[in-house]
Nanobody
């Protein structure tokens, strides 16, 4: 069974940057669209960025121009570079296929942005 492991979160001040990584236990990235999702307390899990196997990207309006998704298929890893962070970006961040194909969710990585 594929396992997803997210890392790179932390506490940062508004305006700061973080780079998240998501590693898979085996190769699913090369044939699937992948996405970064986030879930804040009391909210549903939302897709914020996605990337196709060919590298085309798409972003939620709330992060467009600030976040960049990328992938390294050889390393089975997807990244999310987050710049100009805002307090409203505070959430647990997860990666998974897009659309969701029932790959088990990882533990996520907490991102906290202080004002």
């Amino acid at each position: 069974q594929v396992q997803l492991v997210e890392s790179g979160g932390g506490l940062v001040q508004a305006g700061g940057s973080l780079r998240l990584s998501c590693a898979a236990s085996r190769g699913i990235f090369s044939i699937n669209h992948m996405g970064w999702y986030r879930q804040a307390p009391g909210n549903k899990r939302d897709l914020v960025a996605s990337i196709t196997p060919g590298g085309s990207t798409n972003y939620a309006d709330s992060v467009k121009g600030r976040f960049t998704i990328s992938r390294d298929n050889a390393k089975n890893t997807v990244y999310l570079q987050m710049n100009s962070l805002k307090p409203e970006d505070t959430a647990v961040y997860y990666c998974n296929t897009n659309p969701y194909l029932y790959v088990p969710w990882g533990q996520g990585t907490q991102v906290t942005v202080s004002s």
